[in-house]
């Protein structure tokens, strides 16, 4: 079981947002997406979650085509994603939440079960496994609206969990949360790691947090693949560096 | 008071019922943005199809609960077949062609039923109830009991399990629904199937009230004013404004109708004011819309810009 993409491309008019992208990710491995705004990452996730075309390539996982799918096709396969910016819905709960990524991923049930499932063994079991390891238990009946935008990242991450993933693309998880909330949001995700064994692409664009949490990186630049290993490497790679700070 | 009390009582039973067609317009609306203008044909088909499965000796609950089930494909069908073409034009294309929905569900029922009054079968043994010197007929009660029984199942429903959950979200953001994995096209056309069931239910128990004839589907417009003074987002507003209309209507006709009346014969030639039961709602619909335009329960239409 392994995600593979070959020579991914995405053009908006004559701008190649994704450029020819091929790279690869096997189960408990965490890989960074990294590169400067507008190289194409989120692009990336987009097109491999569905909710935007590709123009040419291919997006494997466990050798079936992702590409072509619809959303709800893709998170049934277990890949499942979070995203950059939370929209707020407004008077659903962080429980309502959970439980709809949960019944998103899920391949297929009987409609008796869609209508009668048992509430309070789902509940209960959602709290246990996302809710509790998260920190959001206590939180589990707010609405989301009331809570702090650091918060609904976690709510966001905790549904896409909720999904029982198996390759999770995390789109800027730690953006906008304040460096102890960074921190606290870079330990989960080593921890999901650790625990349900997934792939998982994450585009992150503070350094700090792609260093301790990726065991490998690909830099991408306007929409291509610039480099590909380590972010040792990657720091003193003059082609990354050159796209970050410019001609020396 | 005992005939207030009477004209209270019948007007719940009524205003129940426009609850449960007001409860399916909020459904559309809510999960698709479309006001659906259908809705009042919805209500005259579901009608003749008890009507029709009643004359075919079919026992009275399966004939009611054949004839909602019955609605609840061609809702299906009305998404799949014209909801869904139409998915990138224009709301108000999409409007008008629910609009032109109406138009073509009354004009099959006049090619099949014609346009006379008819005869409802009774569903609902005659007679009435005799509660503290109010005299409530089966049928008002019958109306009554159902519709209040499936608006607050139906809430329940929306509230408490899964699918509701999965239509509360595609109600609340449907791209957001859409971006977590929901097939929001699905929940589209179980909202328009749940509607049309809802509507045409409505439909039958109309029917029983007032008899059958394609004007039907002019009481479903009421709905609308029903939906308006609610709040176009807000299910619990469709059933509380359904009951508020239906008292209304029957006490205009009731007492604000003779009282007019007797002054106007005493001091004009006018000798009758009509059915102003009928004018009642839509004056309600323009003061709410002045003062409330969100209406009682409505959230306030906000855009980020």
């Known amino acids: ?248 | 008071m005992n005939f207030a009390l009477q004209l209270i009582t019948a007007g719940l039973a009524v205003g129940s019922v426009y609850s449960l067609i007001a409860l399916g317009i909020v459904l559309i609306y809510k999960c698709t943005g479309v006001v659906n203008f259908g809705q009042g044909g919805f209500l005259v088909l579901g009608a003749y199809l008890t009507y029709a499965l009643r004359a075919a000796e079919i026992p009275t609950p399966l004939a009611v609960v054949g004839s909602a089930a019955g609605m609840a494909i061609v809702g299906m069908a009305a998404e799949r077949l014209m909801l869904r073409p139409m998915a990138r034009a224009p709301l108000v294309a999409i409007m008008m062609a629910t609009l032109g929905m109406m138009i073509l569900i009354n004009a099959v029922c006049l090619m099949i039923w014609g346009s006379d009054q008819r005869a409802y079968p009774a569903l609902f043994p005659d007679g009435a109830l005799d509660m503290f010197g109010i005299f409530i007929t089966y049928n008002y009660i019958a109306a009554g009991i159902l519709s209040i029984g499936l608006s607050l199942g139906f809430l329940a429903f929306y509230r408490f399990t899964n699918l509701g959950l999965m239509q509360r979200c595609t109600a609340n953001n449907t791209k957001a629904a859409l971006a977590i994995g929901i097939h929001t096209g699905n929940q589209n056309c179980f909202a328009w199937s749940m509607s049309a069931a809802l509507a045409g239910l409505g439909g039958t128990l109309l029917a029983t009230l007032n008899g059958l004839s394609l004007g039907l589907g002019s009481i479903g417009l009421a709905a609308f004013s029903v939906v308006v003074l609610g709040g176009l987002d807000s299910l619990a507003g469709a059933v509380v404004a359904g009951l508020l209309l239906g008292v209304l209507q029957t006490l205009t006709a009731g007492m604000l109708t003779p009282i007019l009346e007797n002054f106007l014969r005493a001091y004009t030639s006018v000798y009758s004011v009509g059915a102003l039961q009928q004018v009642v709602p839509y004056c309600l619909l323009v003061v709410i819309l002045l003062v409330r335009p969100q209406g009682i329960f409505g959230r306030k239409g906000t855009e980020r810009l």
């Open chain 1, 1 to 248: 079981m392994t995600f593979v993409a070959t020579d991914v491309s995405i053009r908006f008019g004559g701008v190649h947002a994704v450029d020819r992208l091929s790279l690869s990710v096997s189960p408990g491995e965490i890989l960074g997406l990294i590169g400067p705004n507008g190289a194409g990452k989120t692009t990336f996730i987009n097109c491999i979650s569905g909710a935007s075309r590709v123009d040419t390539g291919s997006a494997t996982w466990d050798g079936e085509q992702l590409v072509g799918r619809a959303p709800h096709e893709i998170i049934r396969r277990g890949v499942v994603r979070t995203f950059q910016n939370v929209s707020s819905l407004h008077d659903l709960t962080v429980l309502d939440i959970v439980k709809l990524g949960e019944a998103a991923g899920r391949s297929s049930r009987g409609l008796l079960e869609r209508f009668w499932s048992s509430e309070r063994d789902r509940e209960n079991g959602l709290t246990e496994t996302v809710l509790r390891p998260l920190r959001l238990a206590d939180i589990a009946n707010q609405p989301l609206q009331t809570l702090s935008y650091g918060l609904r990242k976690a709510v966001d991450l905790a549904r896409a969990l909720a999904a029982r993933p198996k390759l999770l693309l995390l789109d800027e998880p730690v953006a906008g949360l304040t460096s102890h909330e960074s921190a606290t949001m870079a330990e989960v995700i080593r921890s999901v790691r650790d625990r349900i064994g997934c792939a998982v692409i994450m585009v992150e664009h503070k350094m700090h947090v792609v260093n301790s949490t990726c065991d490998r990186i690909v830099v991408m630049a306007s929409g291509a693949k610039i480099f590909e290993g380590s972010s040792q490497e990657a720091q003193k790679d003059p082609e990354v560096r050159r796209v970050y700070l410019g001609e020396a």
